[in-house]
């Protein structure tokens, strides 16, 4: 998720365990687990911002482009991390 990657993207790969499974470690905490899925979000959610930068200078794209584009990235932001990225 680090490296801009959704946990279901990750999940899909045939050696990866189900999305539900890391989603019931993350919650229970497995092995600490818990707080490293909250930092791999976190990284996630920096990802994010630092690709809405870079569509709205991308001078090639449409601007209603950009602006879907980013927005789409805005609203999961503004809702995961309110306090940091909200409007």
Same mark, same amino acid.
């Given at each position: 998720?680090?490296?801009?990657? /959704? ?5 899909? *790969?045939?050696?990866?365990? /189900? &999305? ?8 229970? *905490?497995?092995?600490?687990?818990? &707080?490293?899925?909250?930092? %791999?979000?976190? #990284?996630? #959610? &920096?990802?994010? /911002?630092? &690709?809405?930068? /870079?569509? %709205?200078? *991308?001078?090639? #794209? ?17 809702? #995961? %991390? ?6």
């Amino acid at each position: 998720m680090s490296e801009g990657k /959704s946990l279901r993207a990750i999940c899909r *790969d045939p050696d990866m365990p /189900s &999305e539900g499974t890391v989603r019931g470690w993350a919650v229970r *905490d497995v092995d600490g687990f818990g &707080e490293r899925h909250r930092a %791999a979000r976190q #990284l996630l #959610l &920096e990802y994010w /911002s630092d &690709e809405i930068v /870079s569509i %709205a200078d *991308d001078g090639e #794209l449409d601007p209603r482009d950009r602006q879907i584009r980013t927005g789409v990235r805005q609203w999961p932001m503004s809702t #995961l %991390a309110p306090r940091r990225y909200g409007r």
